[in-house]
């Protein structure tokens, strides 16, 4: 039965319609025909593409965002200080005092709110009381603006001048237009979005068939955001759908003298690459082209350490910032992100053989891949190289508002190496010789080490940063700003689909921050049932911002991810001592309920509270929903079976009046027995590895001590038809032992099912030990003589191993005992089916007579043989059986064994002849006359004859002939006088 309904709506992560602050294609095209043909190679294209000599550096637009930025101390007169964020209040003030913006058409300057709708205040009213205002914006235009703009080589810095405040209101916006030049010198437009609180807005850029969409609406309210373009690019501002959109517009106005204003080429300088990139977005990611992880590292032409990869852009120098530069409103436009980070390669193999055995163990070169000359001793020369690794670590991912360090390292994919030859032609920047070995050369390391561009979409930035860094680096990415980005959306999507403990509590953090219970339940339940702590704080957090019907959720995810019901309980009564009036006594009730529905531990220690809440709950309940769910679990033996005997204990307490409740709990007994048979002949798995563990099988031991429990309490619920549930369970070794135990219990008890079970026992027992000999005799006792004649068959299949001896001479006499006993109530079809047993149990001990196997249940291993006394004692044994039932064939093989074990040079002859045959004479003289038989007769004689003491071969085999005479006739002589 399933658990009570509740409202869950976990974390899907970002719908359709979320919006980044980063710019996007404005449209989403299917793949062309083309790119589904595309055949070229991703990693030589890339390569082309990144390696050409870009002639414009720079980009048609910026933008970027200042949480950091300073208030401006905003002046307007006639109205004086602005506060920031902007209020609805100063807003309509500064309306209040503001002009309708006008726009130019033609060669007039016009005012239509169709085409343009928008204040404006001249900068005659504007001033800025913070200086730090002034730092702030001559900074941005100069060092930020104009060099992603690829202003860069200026006699005189660019001036950035202020032009006009401009305030958007609900419904403001601009058709697509381009500015013109306001002032001599003038090359671009920068605005700075001021703190203010707004949805919509975006701006539409366009140049050289490229369109970019620029949204800052998100997390306006507490940044400044930084936009700037040429003057000659078309641009557009959609309509404002709430609050008020604050922006400054200057004027970026060319200084240096003899020189022109810079400017847009015709052309875009980074076609080839967002020709590839757009394959790669939009089609190529989606095949086998792309490595694992999806992404590329270009290898730069610099190599830098730590600390200048950790400074990101102003780290890389000459060709290596010029191509970062033109490459980021590349990769923004197109969703792409960018990472440095620092590859080794390491190269393993034997020293060559010329190599002279005066060497030295370490050699390094510098940058310029030229020896150092720091040792004097010449470095070993790679020979055959055995093994290659590539090794990508320290990345530093190229934020917007700075670098950001995520650290980690990862095998390099060498697909993923652009060019895949980079190293190729290097002379190592470090080495490692192990030195000259005698008869080899010795082994030599090489390392290799460069520095990398990475590229991956931004759709696949969280699975790269977590598979290369980790967890707590893609957690150093998410922005604690509310509403979260898209890509704060998406990594934690990836980093729920990741729980651990240290990730839940941070990613509880966002949520609250975010407000966004729905992130709060899919986290909350992974923060670590047994922190109680660590749960009390944080649910204190989330009530103090969410209701608790809106994180429900994610408490009763908690609860069920603990096994223990104790547990389970526990945490329930912590929680629920947080809900003051919400955490009622309905809401109490209702999660006890459904910690007892989803209860599935099956840990014995929770069978007191399983007991209790099943009282409470009631025992119906527990029969029909959580009973069921419990008896699949693996390995619960030990549970179920415990579990009935505390119901027992219970019913018990029963008064005689109570007899539905009695039905009730015999039933459950009943069906707990039903579940301990199926589990039975495992071993427990540990609460919590069932689901991934394999249960083991029993030994023998316990085997038997559980057949007994089982059997046992099957009779002391009156239910001992269950005992054919668990012979028809068993395997064919146990099933001799579950009739014993059954035999045992019943006391005499008529079970008309019992005769079927030793029938089907002995039809397919194939185990033998002797241990069993007594339940076998019993049970062919009772079957009639067809039933004995097929178990003759099965008599002739235990030829060898560990016991097989021991059983069948043990289950031969047992049968002869029995037939010398109750002859004179067999008739002779009886009596001759059970010396058929008999004779087939001797035909196949004969040749086993020398092996010796202790009966240890089947868990027996072959030791050395025994002494003597247990050989001869073997032999008169075996003879004495074939005498009782007077089939002497066994005899004859048996005979047979020993003489030719007699002659078997591995065996010293006269050690052989003093501990066996000189003992065995008279024994088996006296089995003999007990049977009215004689040493003389056949197969008997044997043992006289002459040509059994090989004379030649003891000689051969290092006695003297002298010996080997006086053994022969000491074996001659004993055997005439006990003759005589």
Aim: charged residues 25%; glycine residues 6%; negative net charge.
């Amino acid at each position: 039965m399933a658990a009570p309904e509740l409202d869950i709506q976990m974390y899907e992560g970002p719908g359709e319609s979320d919006i980044s602050e980063s710019s996007s294609e404005s449209s989403s095209e299917p793949a062309s025909e083309s790119e589904e043909e595309y055949d070229g190679d991703i990693n030589d294209d890339l390569y082309d593409a990144l390696a050409q000599d870009f002639k414009f550096s720079g980009s048609y637009f910026h933008r970027s965002r200042h949480p950091g930025a300073p208030n401006p101390g905003l002046t307007v007169a006639g109205i004086g200080s602005i506060g920031l964020p902007l209020s609805e209040r100063d807003a309509k003030l500064l309306i209040s005092r503001a002009a309708q913006a006008p726009f130019g058409k033609g060669d007039q300057t016009v005012v239509d709110t169709s085409v343009r709708d928008t204040w404006e205040i001249e900068p005659a009213s504007i001033s800025f009381r913070n200086p730090n205002w002034f730092t702030f914006v001559d900074e941005m235009a100069v060092n930020t603006v104009a060099a992603t703009l690829g202003v860069t080589n200026y006699a005189t810095k660019p001036r950035c001048e202020l032009y006009k405040m401009l305030l958007y209101q609900p419904g403001s916006h601009f058709l697509p237009h381009q500015d013109t030049s306001k002032a001599d010198g003038m090359f671009a437009t920068v605005i700075f979005v001021l703190p203010s609180a707004f949805e919509g807005g975006q701006v539409h850029l366009s140049h050289a068939g490229r369109t970019s969409i620029i949204d800052v609406s998100q997390n306006s309210e507490f940044n400044t955001s930084v936009l700037a373009w040429y003057t000659d690019v078309v641009h557009e501002v959609k309509p404002i759908l709430s609050g008020y959109r604050l922006a400054l517009s200057y004027n970026l106005i060319h200084t240096s003298p003899n020189t022109t204003p810079p400017s847009l080429p015709d052309f875009d300088p980074m076609e080839d690459l967002r020709t590839i990139l757009e394959l790669w977005q939009d089609y190529l990611h989606m095949t086998d082209m792309i490595p694992k992880p999806p992404f590329f590292a270009y290898v730069l032409d610099h190599q830098y350490s730590q600390k200048d990869l950790n400074s990101g852009v102003a780290g890389l120098k000459g060709r290596d910032a010029h191509l970062l530069g033109l490459l980021r409103p590349v990769a923004d436009e197109l969703r792409f992100s960018i990472c440095l980070a620092n590859v080794k390669k390491t190269e393993k193999g034997s020293a060559s053989e010329e190599t002279p055995r005066c060497y030295r163990k370490r050699g390094r070169y510098d940058d310029l891949r030229t020896y150092d000359g720091s040792d004097e001793k010449e470095t070993a020369e790679m020979g055959e190289i055995e093994e290659t690794t590539l090794e990508i670590s320290n990345l530093v991912k190229i934020g917007e508002n700075g670098p950001v360090k995520l650290g980690g390292s990862h095998d390099l994919n060498p697909e993923a190496l652009v060019p895949r030859d980079a190293f190729e032609g290097l002379r190592p920047d470090d080495s490692s010789y192990e030195g000259y070995m005698g008869n080899w050369s010795g082994n030599v390391e090489q390392w290799y080490n460069r520095s990398v561009l990475i590229l991956f979409r931004q759709e696949d930035e969280a699975s790269v940063i977590i598979k290369v860094c980790g967890e707590g680096a893609l957690l150093r990415t998410l922005d604690m700003a509310n509403p979260p980005t898209l890509a704060a959306e998406r990594a934690v999507k990836a980093l729920l689909s990741r729980y651990s403990n240290a990730t839940a509590v941070t990613l509880l953090g966002y949520a609250n921050a975010w407000k966004r219970h729905d992130i709060w339940n899919s986290a909350f339940p992974w923060i670590g049932v047994s922190k109680l702590d660590t749960i009390n704080t944080e649910l204190s957090r989330a009530l103090a911002i969410f209701s608790l019907d809106s994180i429900m959720p994610g408490i009763v995810q908690l609860v069920k991810r603990e096994e223990s019901l104790q547990k389970r309980m526990a945490l329930v009564e912590s929680i629920s001592s947080l809900m003051g009036q919400e955490g009622s006594a309905a809401w109490k009730a209702h999660l006890t309920r459904d910690v007892f529905l989803t209860y599935h531990a099956a840990d014995v220690a929770d069978i007191p509270l399983l007991i209790s809440m099943s009282q409470e709950q009631g025992y119906q309940l527990f029969q029909t929903a959580v009973l069921p769910v419990l008896a699949k679990e693996k390995g619960t033996y030990s549970f179920h079976i415990a579990l009935a005997k505390a119901l027992q204990s219970q019913y018990r307490k029963l008064s005689d009046a109570e007899t539905e409740m009695k039905a009730i709990y015999i039933s459950i007994m009943h069906e707990c027995l039903t579940a301990a048979i199926s589990h039975w002949q495992t071993i427990d798995l540990p609460v919590g590895s069932r689901n991934w563990g394999f249960p083991k099988t029993l030994a023998p031991l316990a085997t038997t001590e559980r057949i007994k429990e089982l059997v046992s309490f099957s009779f002391s619920i009156d239910a001992a038809e269950l005992c054919i549930a668990l012979f028809e369970s068993s395997k064919a070794n146990n099933q001799l032992d579950i009739i014993v135990a059954v035999e045992s219990r019943s006391k005499g008890t008529a079970l008309p099912w019992l005769k079927d079970l030793k029938k089907t026992a002995l039809e397919s027992y194939s185990t033998p030990a002797a241990s069993d000999v007594p339940a076998l005799v019993s049970t062919l006792q009772e079957m009639n003589t067809d039933t004995i004649e097929k178990f003759s068959t099965q008599v002739e299949k235990f030829t060898k191993g560990a016991g097989v001896y021991e059983f069948l001479v043990e289950l031969a006499k047992a049968l002869n005992k029995w037939r010398e006993v109750e002859s004179q109530k067999m008739d002779d079809k009886r009596k001759d089916a059970i010396e058929d047993v008999i004779l087939r149990c001797v035909t196949s001990a004969a040749p086993q007579w020398e092996s010796d196997t202790s009966d240890a249940k089947r868990q027996v291993q072959p030791t050395q043989a025994k002494g003597h006394n247990e050989r001869v004692k073997r032999i008169v044994e075996l003879a004495g059986l074939c005498l009782s039932i007077g089939k002497l064939q066994p005899c004859v093989t048996l005979i047979s064994s020993i003489f030719a074990e007699l002659t078997d040079k591995s065996l010293q002859l006269a050690h052989r002849c003093k501990e066996v045959h000189i003992p065995l004479m008279p024994k088996l003289k006296t089995i003999l006359e007990k049977h009215g038989k004689k040493i003389t007769d056949k197969p008997f004689d044997a043992f006289l004859a002459a040509d059994n003491i090989p004379l030649p071969r003891a000689c051969s085999w290092g006695y003297s002939i002298r010996q080997t005479s006086r053994l022969a006739a000491d074996i001659a002589h004993r055997l005439r006088v006990r003759r005589l």
